[in-house]
């Protein structure tokens, strides 16, 4: 007996769903995060799998260093719930335990005879490659470097990014048919418009590869390293040489690797030093502690003014720095406190304050800092057939907005190359049970991921994987913690009685009696209104923004008034007749 | 109930001083003062003496418990807040429960600070900081004759004093970040070093600790720079860190401490930080400090709540005074006599 | 060796399950070997609006009254539970829930109004239920297994009242109750350090004869089934409705019946009419329905029929307060309704005397021709104590009639005027001894008779004969350790429990006071009363009604004015109200 399904591309259901599955509304790719950990549980790894790379690509690797943006906003993570699932570790399981076939089954479709340039083998270009050649493009890559990956081969460590899995992945990508040129740097050996004669679009996702100074007197001495390029030979196995003291000087994740690289060259003294606190870290807490636990000191609210030394370095000048205002960019202000200038010894700096893109020589319109523009949302510059993607677009980022920037930039190519739409976004509705999983799952603690001890066995080999990944048990253990926000419990209100047996096995505030519902002008419901007042209920109204989905109420009503329903955010070619833009 | 009401979070030296200075100056404001322990205001620089058994129980509070009721004062024990908003003035219980306020001093004081890579061997290490701890110390020290202990801030130097003279073998593995968040320097390791050992405590200075396991009922064992030392406990002294966890992105400015201004406020009015907890800029030592000591909170304390009831006194301790360990006014005559 | 005395509530809103798990903890420490006394209030609506609490003494010595300080306050819902923070000791146990579904106020936590030197114990007692069974109806369970792990009462206890009282409903539900149980000792057990007090340690003492916990109604029903009773009549009331209750399960088992009457004036007819025809019954019901018995009563006291009434006090008057005890039907029961219609009034004052009282009622009842009133009270029908099984012996259930022997066949007289003022009995259908019963006043042939002479002679021969009833009757009985006395304290009923702990107390501090118990209200034992009476320089008589109705029956028996301490607040006695003013006495 087949379930009846409703695809829908209402707003008010897009609204829906961002409020009430918020980890797929917070993923940049808007990877269906319910469904692959379901997919876990039932262990259906592959399925897992799939779920994850036809929507974010690269599953192993984010598994392993993405910045998870979807636990912040994870249901489970609510003040009085506990903490949010492990969602990013789940993945990895996932890739971890899967079958070894090629899961994908898509082969290139017919093709489409449009030729496309990609500039920059990172996340970014690999998203749209991928996503290009599957519709049936010819996508050509340049990159500069000898291999692909980006910041993900040059920039990550080993220890937290093994080559084997990102070599895998990539490789999926590459069986699509798609052409690399390594060793090619476009803008010195090819010029973007000699690219833009060649082919029919042409897409520049070339990363921030320029190291931002720190600016201060003294940064030419020796033992002063950019932080990336540090990053970059440690990648590449050519062991920086540092000193005995060294100081990093930064706040994200290539602060983080380069100190923890820098101890696994033997140096036993590495000092984060922060401008800010701990509090406004981006890195994940993850790995802060497990910086610190490998012994990387951290100090906070200091701004370098100086380095001191006279061919090397020997010191560096910090001024103390009090913090103010939160910034709209969600970092706070911070001021120098004059006098209190203090110096602490080093032998080696690492500078690693941020990265830039590089202006590539190319018509368009670009900034004060000779980049292109590109609009937000067509991903087009002011030249036709020229689009940018990535953290070349949008400055450094994280790698999974990337990837969705990335494949988002596929799709308006395409539109713009054939007139048609290939993928949409649709919100799928379909009857369900009630939910199988059990109360007991809700207090479940959380999963934490088990790293390597004794600590000194990381120290002694640099390239091996600190996090160990979940083992099936384990996978299947916090998989159970997801509430499986895409099932949607209503209440009929024509049927109800009133006799409020729900509220009474409510685990939190979340039956309401209502007077009132407000709705926005997409018709999506905001607030409901509630009454203390007998007299005046109108209806007893589940709150989906507050339903944790345990199904009680659906249980315990006598009537059988309370109706459930699985409602995603999926993607699909559209259907017939839909296609033109 | 729109009436003034001001919270005061933590009952340690600080947080009771807080309140009842805000009962001087104003004797019918609402005061609530919410502590996690149970029982009046311990002071836990006499936990040295009470383990040694030269003081009784009754004699670590600084008050009894009716005083608070007498001064209208509404005591609220083994209670814990678990989110602030400084914003809207909101704080939250454990229990769930909701508390407005319209004037907060927040005196949580700190918790031992682990030191990152002994995480994992927290379980097996004993702590000095609440009655129950000085408790368990009195239980643990009746069935074993040796002690380890490890870090070396000051309730450590105190506490050792008082271990000697119940007659106790002691073994000192310093640690030069224990003095954390001061900063000490070398010679003074040498100084405390030659002192102990005169008084037959055998130091072992500065060596990393490799693992730490429990041999039997009545042993630890403790691995260090090769070589495997038993004794009875193993106590962690790595000073305090401010136990500010429940803060986090609460909008409150917070590094190690809560930071506040040279009057202990937090940058949001009525706001206040006092006693261990507060990260305070001094001018004059040109740094950021957290005050350690009994003497210290209390007078933090005073000022915090002078400061909330329309006062202005700068919190600014004389030099000497936390700047050196040498020269810390609270423990200078004890340590002397060592 | 120490002494328990333990006072522990329970308290929600109705629908949490507070009565349920009040009796479950009252089961389990009486199987642990403790004595109990324990006391529910709830109110008179069935759900959703209201508080209900249980009140339960444990120790390790009988408990004679309630205590009116609380040692531990398990707190089903914290605003209901808010009224009962004036009665914590100062260093009470409160166990909560620290996870409810919402947010809380200041005003609705219970954590913020108790005083500082108040042990907090909170446990989230709704997701533990949800976590073991999947929903948080066990919540009541789970903090009766938190209250076990504080105070180190074995698992097992618990494990088998639950198994008692659940095991009839079924697999499923049981499981789910005990899953709930076990979690939350487990719970607590790991995340509470604290131990208030071990009450393992505790010894049993050794031999001691098996003890149950019984309520009153469920002693007075074991009473009358010793009794050998067959029939019961009455209308359903509260307190008493329970007896109907039990013996409409027991009777039939025993080849009896209970009559549900249309009201309580038939009830009473019932009654009289099965005594008359030779067959024990009784009918149990309150003050509004005894009040409408009265008249019939007479008839009984006239036509000197037997008749066992059980009038379980509540306070009034009229409708009253039906869920609140009071004592102050003594003066209905002894002189209500119309005549001088003296009849035999009983009071027990405790669970067991219940039992003890109801069985001998019948025999009194039988032997003295004459309606039998057992006054007991909301809380003593409805408290539960400790106690041992009772057991009937032959003799005392053994029929008391005094049957016409075969000298007066055929010339029978039915209401001959004797000694004693007992006539002889015929039952309707004895060969030869055919006699006449009447309302109207009588001839000692029973024809009626209104001549001056005759109403005095008979109206003296029956009063006669109630008096005759006190060598039958219990005596009262003095607690006193010396001859003279500062104070002596006259109780009935429920409240002697209460006078007898003060006095007790009081003896302890080394005052002169001593008590006395009166269970035969009518007739009186005025010589004993008279010289306890005299034993005492002042006499106390506390009661729960207004006027002082036990005072002004036979406070003439002293020298002046008898003190009197009278409450009406629907509420027992406090023993301590009882202790504060013996000192203002002295």
């Known amino acids: 007996m087949s379930k009846q399904v409703i695809y829908s591309t209402e707003p008010e259901d897009f609204y829906y769903m961002d409020i009430n599955v918020p980890c797929q509304g917070a993923c940049p790719a808007a990877t269906n995060i319910p469904a692959y950990i379901r997919s876990v549980f039932e262990e259906s790894y592959d399925r897992s799998y799939e779920i994850n790379r036809s929507?974010?690509?690269?599953?192993?690797?984010?598994?392993?260093?993405?910045?998870?943006?979807?636990?912040?906003?994870?249901?489970?993570?609510?003040?009085?719930?506990?903490?949010?699932?492990?969602?990013?570790?789940?993945?990895?399981?996932?890739?971890?335990?899967?079958?070894?076939?090629?899961?994908?089954?898509?082969?290139?479709?017919?093709?489409?005879?449009?030729?496309?340039?990609?500039?920059?083998?990172?996340?970014?270009?690999?998203?749209?490659?991928?996503?290009?050649?599957?519709?049936?493009?010819?996508?050509?890559?340049?990159?500069?470097?000898?291999?692909?990956?980006?910041?993900?081969?040059?920039?990550?460590?080993?220890?937290?990014?093994?080559?084997?899995?990102?070599?895998?992945?990539?490789?999926?990508?590459?069986?699509?048919?798609?052409?690399?040129?390594?060793?090619?740097?476009?803008?010195?050996?090819?010029?973007?418009?000699?690219?833009?004669?060649?082919?029919?679009?042409?897409?520049?996702?070339?990363?921030?590869?320029?190291?931002?100074?720190?600016?201060?007197?003294?940064?030419?001495?020796?033992?002063?390293?950019?932080?990336?390029?540090?990053?970059?030979?440690?990648?590449?196995?050519?062991?920086?040489?540092?000193?005995?003291?060294?100081?990093?000087?930064?706040?994200?994740?290539?602060?983080?690797?380069?100190?923890?690289?820098?101890?696994?060259?033997?140096?036993?003294?590495?000092?984060?030093?922060?401008?800010?606190?701990?509090?406004?870290?981006?890195?994940?807490?993850?790995?802060?502690?497990?910086?610190?636990?490998?012994?990387?000191?951290?100090?906070?609210?200091?701004?370098?003014?100086?380095?001191?030394?006279?061919?090397?370095?020997?010191?560096?000048?910090?001024?103390?720095?009090?913090?103010?205002?939160?910034?709209?960019?969600?970092?706070?202000?911070?001021?120098?406190?004059?006098?209190?200038?203090?110096?602490?010894?080093?032998?080696?700096?690492?500078?690693?304050?941020?990265?830039?893109?590089?202006?590539?020589?190319?018509?368009?319109?670009?900034?004060?800092?000779?980049?292109?523009?590109?609009?937000?949302?067509?991903?087009?510059?002011?030249?036709?057939?020229?689009?940018?993607?990535?953290?070349?677009?949008?400055?450094?980022?994280?790698?999974?907005?990337?990837?969705?920037?990335?494949?988002?930039?596929?799709?308006?190519?395409?539109?713009?190359?054939?007139?048609?739409?290939?993928?949409?976004?649709?919100?799928?509705?379909?009857?369900?049970?009630?939910?199988?999983?059990?109360?007991?799952?809700?207090?479940?603690?959380?999963?934490?991921?088990?790293?390597?001890?004794?600590?000194?066995?990381?120290?002694?080999?640099?390239?091996?994987?600190?996090?160990?990944?979940?083992?099936?048990?384990?996978?299947?253990?916090?998989?159970?913690?997801?509430?499986?926000?895409?099932?949607?419990?209503?209440?009929?209100?024509?049927?109800?009685?009133?006799?409020?047996?729900?509220?009474?096995?409510?685990?939190?505030?979340?039956?309401?009696?209502?007077?009132?519902?407000?709705?926005?002008?997409?018709?999506?419901?905001?607030?409901?209104?509630?009454?203390?007042?007998?007299?005046?209920?109108?209806?007893?109204?589940?709150?989906?923004?507050?339903?944790?989905?345990?199904?009680?109420?659906?249980?315990?009503?006598?009537?059988?008034?309370?109706?459930?329903?699985?409602?995603?955010?999926?993607?699909?070619?559209?259907?017939?007749?839909?296609?033109?833009? | 109930m729109s009436e003034e009401h001001v919270v005061i979070i933590g009952n340690g030296p600080a947080g009771n001083q807080a309140a009842m200075s805000i009962r001087e100056n104003d004797p019918e404001v609402r005061i609530t003062l919410i502590s996690r322990e149970s029982g009046a205001c311990c002071r836990p620089h006499l936990f040295p003496d009470l383990i040694a058994g030269k003081i009784p129980e009754e004699a670590l509070y600084a008050c009894p418990i009716d005083a608070y009721q007498e001064r209208g004062i509404k005591l609220r024990t083994g209670q814990e807040v678990v989110r602030l908003n400084p914003e809207e003035r909101v704080l939250m219980l454990e229990h769930k429960e909701v508390v407005r306020f319209t004037g907060l001093i927040i005196a949580v004081g700190g918790r031992p600070r682990i030191p990152e890579p002994l995480l994992v061997f927290q379980d097996l290490m004993f702590t000095l900081k609440t009655l129950r701890d000085a408790k368990a110390w009195v239980k643990r020290l009746s069935e074993v004759e040796s002690v380890l202990i490890m870090g070396g801030d000051l309730p450590s130097l105190a506490l050792t004093k008082a271990l000697l003279e119940m007659g106790k073998k002691i073994t000192f593995l310093f640690n030069e970040d224990a003095f954390w968040p001061l900063r000490c320097d070398d010679a003074l390791f040498e100084e405390v070093g030659e002192r102990f050992s005169l008084k037959g405590v055998e130091v072992l200075a500065n060596r990393p600790v490799k693992s730490i396991a429990r041999k039997s009922e009545e042993t630890y064992e403790i691995e260090v720079d090769g070589r495997k030392v038993e004794a009875g406990m193993i106590g962690a002294f790595f000073g305090l860190v401010p136990d500010i966890r429940f803060l986090a992105g609460c909008g409150l400015r917070i590094d190690r401490g809560i930071l506040v201004d040279e009057f202990l406020n937090t940058g949001f009015e009525g706001v206040y930080a006092t006693g261990d907890c507060a990260q305070i800029y001094h001018p004059e030592i040109r740094d950021y400090w957290v005050s350690i000591g009994h003497d210290n909170a209390v007078a933090l304390g005073h000022i915090a709540a002078q400061n909330l009831t329309g006062g202005k006194m700068q919190a600014v301790m004389p030099l000497e005074s936390i700047f050196e360990v040498k020269g810390i006014k609270v423990n200078t005559s004890w340590w002397m006599e060592f | 060796m120490s002494s328990v005395d333990l006072t522990v509530e329970i308290c929600g809103m109705s629908g949490d399950g507070t009565i349920a798990a009040g009796g479950l903890l009252n089961e389990a420490m009486s199987g642990a070997g403790l004595s109990v006394l324990a006391f529910d209030s709830y109110p008179a609506e069935i759900r959703g609006f209201g508080r209900c609490v249980t009140l339960s003494r444990f120790g390790d010595e009988e408990m004679l009254a309630l205590s009116d300080k609380t040692h531990v306050l398990i707190s089903l819902d914290d605003k209901e539970s808010r009224s009962r923070i004036p009665y914590l000791v100062k260093d009470a146990v409160v166990l909560y829930d620290n996870r409810p579904p919402s947010y809380v106020t200041e005003d609705q936590a219970i954590a913020a109004h108790v005083d500082p030197g108040v042990r907090l114990f909170g446990m989230p007692f709704g997701d533990l239920a949800a976590e073991a069974t999947g929903s948080t109806r066990g919540r009541n369970l789970v903090a009766l297994g938190g209250f076990a792990a504080l105070f180190e009462v074995a698992p097992q206890f618990f494990h088998e009242a639950i198994k008692k009282k659940f095991a009839p409903k079924g697999e499923k539900i049981l499981g789910a109750n005990l899953k709930s149980f076990d979690r939350g000792y487990q719970y607590a057990g790991k995340k509470f350090e604290e131990r208030p007090l071990n009450l393992l340690s505790i010894p049993k003492a050794a031999g001691e004869e098996k003890r149950v916990l019984l309520s009153g109604n469920v002693a007075i029903t074991r009473g009358a089934l010793d009794a050998g009773l067959k029939l019961y009549f009455g209308y359903p009331i509260t307190p008493a409705t329970p007896i109907m209750e039990y013996l409409a399960k027991a009777l039939p088992e025993r080849g009896g019946r209970v009559m549900q009457m249309e009201d309580e004036i038939s009830s009473i007819g019932a009654v009289l009419g099965s005594f008359f025809a030779g067959q024990r019954a009784m009918t149990a019901t309150s003050g509004p329905g005894f009040a409408l018995m009265t008249e019939l009563i007479t008839h009984g006291v006239m036509a000197e029929i037997p008749a066992v009434i059980i009038d379980a006090q509540r306070a009034g008057p009229a409708t009253g307060l039906p869920t609140k005890t009071e004592q102050s039907d003594l003066q209905a029961a002894v002189f209500g309704g119309p005549g001088d219609s003296a009849r035999i009034v009983i009071a027990p004052t405790n669970v067991a005397e219940c039992h003890e009282y109801t069985l001998k009622s019948f025999q009194l009842a039988e032997k003295y021709q004459t309606p039998v009133i057992v006054l007991s009270d909301f809380f003593l029908n409805n408290r539960v104590e400790s106690t041992s099984m009772p057991r009937a012996s032959d003799g005392e259930i053994a029929d008391w009639t005094l049957y016409p022997d075969g000298s007066v066949k055929d010339h029978y007289l039915r209401y001959r005027i004797t000694e004693s003022g007992i006539s002889p009995r015929a039952i309707p259908g004895m060969d030869g001894y055919l006699f006449n019963a009447t309302g109207l006043e009588h001839t000692e042939g029973g024809i009626p008779d209104y001549s001056p002479a005759n109403h005095t002679k008979m109206t003296e021969k029956r009063h006669r004969k109630i008096q005759g009833a006190l060598q039958d009757l219990p005596p009262p009985k003095a607690f006193s350790r010396d001859e003279g006395m500062d104070v002596g304290v006259i109780a009935w009923g429920s409240t002697f429990g209460s006078a007898l702990e003060a006095v007790l107390g009081a003896q302890k501090k080394g005052l002169k006071v001593g008590a006395l118990k009166i269970t035969s209200i009518f007739p009186y034992h005025a010589e004993v009363i008279r010289t306890f009476m005299d034993r005492c320089k002042e006499i106390l008589i506390p009661e729960l009604n207004y006027e002082g109705q036990l005072s002004n029956l036979i406070g003439h028996l002293h020298g002046k004015d008898v003190a009197r301490l009278n409450r009406v607040t629907g509420l027992p006695m406090p023993a301590s109200a009882i202790y504060g003013k013996i000192e203002t006495l002295l």
Not at chain 1, 130 to 146: N, P, W
Not at chain 1, 181 to 208: I, S
Not at chain 1, 258 to 268: E, I, K, P, Q
């Open chain 1, 55 to 581: 929507a974010n690509i690269l599953p192993g690797v984010l598994g392993r260093i993405c910045s998870r943006p979807c636990e912040d906003r994870c249901r489970h993570g609510e003040p009085e719930l506990g903490r949010p699932v492990n969602i990013c570790h789940i993945k990895r399981a996932a890739s971890d335990l899967r079958g070894k076939g090629l899961v994908s089954k898509e082969g290139p479709l017919a093709s489409l005879g449009n030729k496309v340039a990609i500039v920059g083998a990172g996340p970014a270009g690999l998203a749209a490659a991928h996503d290009l050649s599957t519709i049936g493009l010819s996508v050509t890559i340049f990159e500069a470097q000898e291999r692909c990956g980006g910041m993900l081969r040059y920039g990550i460590p080993e220890f937290r990014l093994p080559r084997s899995v990102l070599d895998a992945e990539i490789d999926y990508i590459l069986q699509k048919g798609v052409v690399f040129k390594t060793g090619v740097r476009v803008g010195n050996d090819v010029t973007v418009e000699a690219l833009l004669e060649d082919h029919d679009a042409v897409l520049l996702a070339a990363g921030c590869y320029r190291s931002i100074p720190l600016d201060i007197p003294g940064e030419g001495l020796s033992g002063v390293y950019p932080g990336l390029e540090f990053m970059m030979d440690a990648c590449q196995g050519r062991s920086p040489v540092v000193g005995k003291r060294v100081l990093v000087i930064g706040a994200g994740f290539t602060a983080f690797d380069c100190a923890r690289s820098v101890l696994r060259t033997g140096a036993g003294d590495v000092t984060i030093c922060l401008r800010r606190t701990e509090e406004d870290l981006i890195v994940t807490k993850d790995e802060v502690l497990e910086a610190k636990r490998e012994g990387v000191k951290i100090s906070s609210l200091m701004l370098s003014r100086r380095i001191i030394g006279g061919d090397a370095i020997e010191g560096v000048e910090f001024v103390r720095t009090k913090p103010g205002e939160r910034r709209p960019d969600g970092k706070r202000e911070v001021t120098s406190i004059e006098g209190s200038e203090f110096v602490l010894p080093a032998d080696s700096l690492i500078v690693a304050v941020g990265q830039r893109a590089e202006p590539i020589g190319s018509p368009g319109e670009k900034n004060d800092r000779g980049l292109l523009i590109a609009d937000k949302t067509s991903h087009r510059t002011s030249i036709k057939g020229l689009y940018l993607a990535g953290d070349y677009m949008s400055g450094p980022s994280t790698v999974i907005e990337a990837i969705g920037m990335g494949r988002r930039a596929a799709e308006r190519i395409v539109e713009d190359l054939t007139g048609k739409v290939f993928r949409e976004r649709v919100v799928r509705m379909e009857e369900a049970e009630i939910t199988d999983r059990k109360r007991a799952w809700d207090y479940l603690p959380r999963k934490e991921m088990p790293a390597v001890h004794p600590v000194e066995k990381r120290l002694v080999s640099p390239t091996l994987e600190v996090e160990r990944g979940f083992g099936l048990e384990e996978a299947e253990d916090e998989s159970k913690r997801c509430y499986l926000c895409y099932l949607h419990y209503e209440i009929d209100i024509s049927r109800c009685i009133y006799c409020r047996y729900c509220i009474d096995v409510a685990p939190r505030d979340c039956i309401k009696l209502v007077r009132e519902i407000e709705t926005n002008e997409l018709g999506a419901v905001t607030r409901l209104v509630e009454t203390a007042s007998w007299q005046e209920v109108n209806a007893v109204v589940i709150d989906n923004a507050r339903c944790i989905r345990c199904g009680e109420c659906m249980r315990v009503c006598p009537v059988d008034c309370i109706s459930a329903t699985r409602v995603e955010l999926v993607e699909r070619m559209p259907e017939k007749g839909k296609t033109d833009v």
